[in-house]
């Protein structure tokens, strides 16, 4: 069986998923699409084909008979309705972070799956889905550093868009982070704090950059996490876990070292889509082959929630400046794997 998917969005992240889907993997096609930008949704299907169908809202394509499951990858503050409008047609849906832009949003969604009996979302976390942090894992979960008692991370952007603000370091950038440290980790969060290291000149105005992210787990764990979006460089992510008799690091992508004019260098990304290509591909055929076999096994909406309730706590550290207590309700039965 083919799964039929519509797609609600065809910005930047939609028609990269859309291209995935229509050339690159199996066990599904794309059969409606819809975008408040008229001539986004011309692009798509002037570039994959006339089958698709235009629809002029989400919450009609969601409806639509011939659409068996959702992308929703739309504006952030319209995944909730979208989101809950799958879950009430009994549709799987993958939604692009954030599940809900915030987390009382978040606890509806869980709500409403976990009253229709089955798992049908799975939210847009690719880190689980990526090599190195899968092989990172394994090095822990294997004992060969001991337990761990620190995690020092970075993410590192060349320059952001106009736009973007202070609290967006927490909810568009470090939520990368909260989700895949609890994955990484098998742990949750207690407390969180932000302090502000001396500011870069290439920032604009408005924005504090870079912060530092100091989050203590419920096991003690101690992880800090810099996050500089304007470092110039390039597209960096780097995570380091100190274990009690070893250190395990995320590898850096695979890149050709150059030996050229006196000089001896790796090239570093400058993009992030890039960076986590292949880790697009495996988080979207898994939701793919999860629905076709009934299963999903992805990040499920009680993360999107978890990491919502840690953003939220980071977004009040940036303006208190203290340390922010968390208080982690524990997983539902019904999302224990």
Same mark, same amino acid.
């Given at each position: 069986?083919t799964?039929?998917?519509?797609v609600i969005?065809?910005?930047?992240i939609?028609?990269?998923?859309?291209? +995935?889907m229509?050339?690159?993997?199996?066990?599904?096609r794309?059969v409606?699409?819809?975008?408040i930008?008229?001539?986004?949704?011309?692009?798509?299907?002037?570039?994959h084909?006339?089958d698709?169908?235009?629809?002029?809202?989400?919450?009609?394509?969601?409806a639509?008979?011939?659409?068996?499951?959702?992308?929703?990858?739309s504006?952030?503050?319209?995944?909730?309705?979208?989101? *809950?409008?799958?879950?009430?047609?009994g549709?799987?849906?993958? %939604?692009?972070?954030?599940?809900?832009?915030?987390?009382?949003?978040?606890? +509806?969604?869980?709500?409403?799956?976990?009253?229709?009996?089955?798992?049908l979302v799975?939210?847009?976390?690719? #880190?689980?889905?990526d090599?190195?942090?899968?092989?990172l894992?394994?090095?822990?979960?294997?004992?060969?550093?001991g337990?761990?008692?620190?995690?020092? %991370?970075?993410h590192r952007n060349?320059?952001?868009?106009?736009?973007?603000t202070?609290?967006?370091?927490?909810?568009?950038t470090l939520?990368?982070? *909260?989700?895949?440290?609890?994955?990484?980790?098998?742990?949750?969060?207690?407390?969180?704090?932000?302090v502000?290291?001396?500011?870069?000149?290439?920032a604009?105005?408005?924005?504090?950059d870079?912060?530092i992210? *100091?989050?203590?787990?419920?096991?003690?764990?101690r992880?800090?996490v810099?996050?500089?979006?304007?470092c110039?460089?390039?597209?960096?992510i780097?995570?380091?876990?100190?274990?009690?008799?070893?250190?395990?690091?995320?590898?850096?992508p695979?890149?050709?070292?150059?030996?050229?004019?006196?000089m001896?260098s790796?090239?570093?990304?400058t993009?992030w889509?890039?960076?986590?290509?292949?880790?697009?591909d495996?988080?979207?055929?898994?939701f793919?082959d999860?629905?076709?076999?009934? +299963?999903?096994?992805g990040?499920?909406?009680w993360d999107g929630?978890?990491?919502?309730?840690?953003?939220?706590a980071?977004? *009040?550290?940036?303006?208190?400046?203290?340390?922010? #207590?968390?208080?982690?309700?524990?997983r539902p039965?019904?999302?224990?794997?």
């Open positions: 069986m799964l039929q998917i519509g969005g065809c910005g930047a939609g028609q990269d998923h859309i291209r +995935r229509c050339q690159t993997l199996s066990g599904a794309v409606a699409v819809t975008d930008d008229a001539q986004q949704v011309r692009e798509v299907m002037a570039r084909g006339p698709i169908e235009a629809f002029d809202s989400g919450p009609a394509l969601v639509a008979p011939q659409v068996q499951a959702v992308l929703v990858t504006w952030g503050p319209t995944h909730e309705e979208l989101v *809950l409008a799958a879950i009430a047609q549709k799987p849906v993958f %939604c692009e972070k954030p599940l809900a832009v915030t987390a009382a949003g978040c606890l +509806r969604i869980v709500q409403a799956e976990m009253a229709h009996g089955q798992r799975q939210v847009g976390f690719m #880190r689980p889905y090599a190195g942090y899968r092989a894992r394994q090095v822990i979960a294997s004992g060969q550093i337990a761990p008692l620190m995690v020092h %991370c970075a060349p320059c952001v868009a106009d736009g973007y202070t609290g967006m370091a927490i909810t568009d939520i990368h982070e *909260l989700d895949v440290l609890r994955w990484l980790l098998d742990d949750e969060y207690a407390s969180a704090q932000v502000y290291p001396k500011r870069t000149r290439h604009l105005p408005h924005l504090a870079p912060q992210v *100091l989050l203590e787990t419920v096991g003690g764990i992880i800090d810099e996050v500089f979006v304007n110039r460089y390039g597209y960096d780097q995570c380091e876990v100190v274990g009690e008799t070893g250190i395990a690091r995320l590898p850096d695979a890149a050709v070292s150059l030996k050229s004019t006196a001896y790796i090239p570093i990304l993009d889509k890039q960076r986590f290509m292949a880790a697009y495996v988080e979207l055929q898994a793919i999860g629905v076709r076999g009934q +299963r999903l096994t990040p499920s909406a929630h978890a990491a919502a309730v840690a953003a939220d980071c977004v *009040l550290a940036q303006s208190s400046g203290a340390v922010e #207590r968390m208080a982690a309700a524990p039965a019904f999302y224990q794997s």
